[in-house]
């Protein structure tokens, strides 16, 4: 790689199409790193990001080059590079990264209109979340960890329905139609960026209950890239093997359909990668203590902190279920690389760091 400078902040990208659980995921991120993420103070309250002690996010959707009404006239949707602007997203980000505070532009998804920039100050963590974070390769180069939320198209159905129809009172036909309108730019823009992520929960129907769609049990990938720096995958039983477990008898409740973890090497677009898998979901979530414990490489400080970070957070979307335990895992692996690069720097301070 190049050699560049040693800033202090480290950059994480989060991908994934709106509605697939990414804010989901950025509370359980920041609850590990201590703390939830707050709107920056006395700003413009339709801003998109969270400012934590060690952590700042930000929406990409903040870099669309044209609001709602000039999508509407060009006709291009917001998964469209044409709507966003990627050289500012690159200037912004690569700026952060060094260590020089930015003035952000702010998307405003209640007018749909661009309003005037906020203040962003470099901080330790920066994540960037959206739809293109690892799309530009300007932008790519500057993560130093990167995540794609894989939500398979029944999946994402089921929980559009769930949303639209039950909390925005939309039809099921005007659900089916914004799905099938966004298809051709996900599958063009979005969706080729799960090649690059270091991580990927792919989000699947059960494979226990035969013929199921109905989304509510849920099979949960963790595929994890072999070889990056400061990320060692997290295993089952024995690292390297093929790995089938069935943890439903004395010490796990479980209830039908079960639960089914499955682990073992594989390969993701040609990259050598571990697979994490867990099928079905938790009765207790005080019991995930012995899900828990068989598996090694987790990055955790105490024993038991899985366990209690599911406990706190109950009440999310996916906390019975692989999404919820996998995104917990990541979160303890990215703060893992958070300290292992910050102590690479402090051992090494004035030198230029190869990457
Ligand atoms: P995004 O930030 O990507 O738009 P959110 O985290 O706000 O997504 O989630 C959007 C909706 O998707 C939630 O309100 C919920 O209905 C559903 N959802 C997200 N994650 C899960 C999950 N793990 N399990 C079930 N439903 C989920
Ligand atoms: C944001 C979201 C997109 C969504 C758009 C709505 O940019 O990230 O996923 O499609 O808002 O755009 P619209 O043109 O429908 O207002």
Same mark, same amino acid.
């Given at each position: *790689?190049?050699?560049?400078?040693?800033?202090?902040?480290?950059?994480? *990208?989060?991908?994934?199409?709106?509605?697939? !659980?990414?804010?989901?995921?950025?509370?359980? +991120?920041?609850?590990?790193?201590?703390?939830?993420?707050?709107?920056?103070?006395? *700003?413009?309250?339709?801003? %998109?990001?969270?400012?934590?002690?060690?952590?700042?996010?930000?929406?990409?959707?903040?870099?669309?080059? &044209?609001?709602?009404?000039?999508?509407?006239?060009?006709?291009?949707?917001?998964?469209?590079?044409?709507?966003?602007?990627?050289?500012?997203?690159?200037?912004?980000? #690569?700026?952060?990264?060094? *260590?020089?505070?930015?003035?952000?532009?702010?998307?405003?998804?209640?007018?749909?209109? +661009?309003?005037?920039?906020?203040?962003?100050?470099?901080?330790?963590?920066?994540?960037?979340?959206?739809?293109?974070?690892?799309?530009?390769?300007?932008?790519?180069?500057?993560?130093?960890?990167?995540?794609?939320?894989?939500?398979?198209?029944?999946?994402?159905?089921?929980?559009?329905? @769930?949303?639209?129809?039950?909390?925005?009172?939309?039809? /099921?036909?005007?659900?089916?139609?914004?799905?099938?309108?966004? #298809?051709?730019?996900?599958?063009?823009?979005?969706?080729?960026?799960?090649?690059?992520?270091?991580?990927?929960?792919?989000?699947?129907?059960?494979?226990?209950?035969?013929?199921?769609?109905?989304?509510?049990?849920?099979?949960?990938?963790?595929?994890?890239?072999?070889?990056?720096?400061?990320?060692?995958?997290?295993? +089952?039983?024995?690292?390297?093997?093929?790995?089938?477990?069935?943890?439903?008898?004395?010490? &796990?409740?479980?209830?039908?359909?079960?639960?089914?973890?499955?682990?073992?090497?594989?390969?993701?677009?040609?990259?050598?990668?571990?697979? &994490?898998?867990?099928?079905?979901?938790?009765?207790? +979530?005080?019991? /995930?203590?012995?899900?828990?414990?068989?598996?090694? %490489?987790?990055?955790?400080?105490?024993?038991?902190?899985?366990?209690? @970070?599911?406990?706190?957070?109950?009440?999310?979307?996916?906390? %019975?279920?692989?999404?919820?335990?996998?995104?917990?895992?990541? !979160? &303890?692996?990215?703060?893992?690389?958070?300290?292992?690069?910050?102590?690479?720097?402090?051992?090494?301070? /004035?030198?230029?760091?190869?990457?």
């Amino acid at each position: *790689g190049e050699i560049r400078c040693s800033g202090d902040t480290i950059v994480i *990208g989060l991908a994934a199409d709106s509605g697939c !659980g990414k804010s989901t995921f950025m509370r359980r +991120l920041t609850s590990v790193f201590g703390g939830a993420g707050e709107p920056p103070k006395g *700003g413009n309250p339709d801003s %998109n990001t969270l400012i934590s002690d060690t952590t700042t996010v930000i929406c990409l959707d903040d870099y669309h080059s &044209l609001d709602r009404t000039g999508r509407k006239v060009e006709g291009v949707t917001a998964l469209d590079p044409r709507a966003n602007n990627f050289d500012l997203m690159y200037e912004q980000v #690569k700026a952060l990264k060094d *260590g020089i505070a930015v003035d952000k532009p702010i998307y405003n998804h209640v007018s749909g209109l +661009l309003d005037p920039p906020e203040l962003i100050k470099p901080p330790k963590i920066l994540v960037i979340e959206g739809l293109h974070p690892m799309y530009d390769e300007r932008v790519r180069d500057l993560l130093d960890f990167s995540i794609y939320l894989d939500i398979s198209n029944d999946v994402k159905f089921a929980w559009k329905i @769930q949303r639209d129809m039950a909390e925005r009172g939309h039809s /099921l036909e005007s659900i089916k139609a914004s799905i099938e309108a966004r #298809k051709p730019d996900f599958d063009a823009y979005i969706d080729p960026q799960k090649q690059y992520a270091d991580a990927v929960i792919e989000v699947l129907p059960t494979q226990l209950i035969p013929g199921d769609n109905e989304g509510k049990v849920l099979r949960v990938k963790l595929i994890m890239k072999e070889g990056v720096k400061y990320f060692s995958p997290v295993y +089952l039983f024995d690292e390297g093997s093929t790995v089938s477990w069935i943890p439903c008898g004395r010490k &796990l409740t479980c209830s039908y359909p079960g639960i089914k973890f499955s682990y073992g090497p594989d390969s993701y677009f040609g990259h050598e990668v571990s697979v &994490l898998e867990m099928d079905g979901q938790f009765d207790r +979530l005080d019991e /995930l203590i012995y899900v828990e414990s068989h598996l090694s %490489n987790i990055s955790t400080k105490f024993y038991g902190e899985i366990t209690q @970070q599911m406990l706190k957070h109950a009440d999310f979307p996916g906390s %019975n279920n692989g999404t919820g335990l996998f995104q917990t895992i990541v !979160g &303890l692996k990215i703060r893992d690389l958070f300290e292992q690069i910050m102590a690479s720097k402090a051992s090494a301070p /004035l030198e230029a760091t190869k990457t």
